[in-house]
């Protein structure tokens, strides 16, 4: 991989965080990022994303909507090529995902 692709991924993937950050659990006035549902985010060198994320619960009520949202919003940005979202149970979200900044948010610090 050249350098230049190891930055353009990389890049990629912040941006791909930006707009992560625009995305809020219904239940929840956090975003999905600093509630630490998303696990990893992976670019390849032909810019496909895939992103290995959580739900607070297996019952959530956007388990259908949210990550649909999330590849939608995914796939918007102009450098991906393509979107996969993959949702795990495993590790299950507990609290102690989330930032600081969230914690503090919802009075948990």
Do not use: H, R
Request: negative net charge; hydrophobic residues 40%; charged residues 30%.
């Amino acid at each position: 991989m050249s350098e230049e692709t190891a930055v353009d991924t990389q890049e990629l993937g912040e941006k791909i965080v930006i707009v992560l950050k625009t995305i809020y659990d219904p239940e929840i006035p956090v975003d999905i990022y600093e509630l630490g549902l998303i696990y990893d985010v992976f670019v390849n060198e032909d810019n496909e994303v895939k992103i290995l994320m959580t739900l607070t619960s297996p019952n959530c009520p956007v388990a259908e909507s949210l990550p649909a949202e999330v590849e939608e919003k995914v796939k918007s940005l102009d450098l991906v090529k393509d979107a996969e979202v993959e949702i795990t149970f495993d590790p299950p979200w507990t609290q102690d995902l989330m930032s600081e900044e969230a914690k503090l948010e919802l009075g948990l610090l």
